[in-house]
Nanobody, 123 residues
Framework: QVQLVESGGGLVQAGGSLRLSCAAS????????MGWFRQAPGKEREFVSA????????FSANSVKGRFTISRDNAKNTVSLQMNSLKPEDTAVYYC????????????????WGQGTQVTVSS
């Protein structure tokens, strides 16, 4: 069983930065991948970014490319999301997720989820 715990959310002004972290307990195999999703009030949960645990290959949504960077620390079983140039439309609850397989943008493809962390960007 894997547990995921996010941290690092908060309130920031537009143009600012935040760094989210997700700590995974349990064994993470090289065939796994991890991702970040977000859900704004009244909207469906959407894909943000994902990373392959084996080679660090990444994939990000067009809406965050050039602003958000996902990274991993295999030794610490953590994945991070560095968010720069934040916009009010980035306001959402951000969720970390783990998939027992290759990277995908599909929400249903992930097997474990964290509890979420709130990110609020003021204008």
């Amino acid at each position: 069983q894997v547990q995921l715990v996010e941290s690092g959310g908060g309130l920031v002004q537009a143009g600012g930065s935040l760094r989210l972290s997700c700590a995974a307990s349990g064994r993470i195999f090289s065939t796994y991948s991890m991702g970040w999703f977000r859900q704004a009030p009244g909207k469906e949960r959407e894909f943000v970014s994902a990373i392959s645990w084996s080679d660090g290959g990444t994939f990000s949504a067009n809406s965050v490319k050039g602003r958000f960077t996902i990274s991993r620390d295999n030794a610490k079983n953590t994945v991070s999301l560095q968010m720069n140039s934040l916009k009010p439309e980035d306001t959402a609850v951000y969720y970390c997720a783990l998939r027992r397989g290759i990277v995908t943008t599909t929400l249903s493809g992930y097997d474990y989820w964290g509890q979420g962390t709130q990110v609020t960007v003021s204008s």
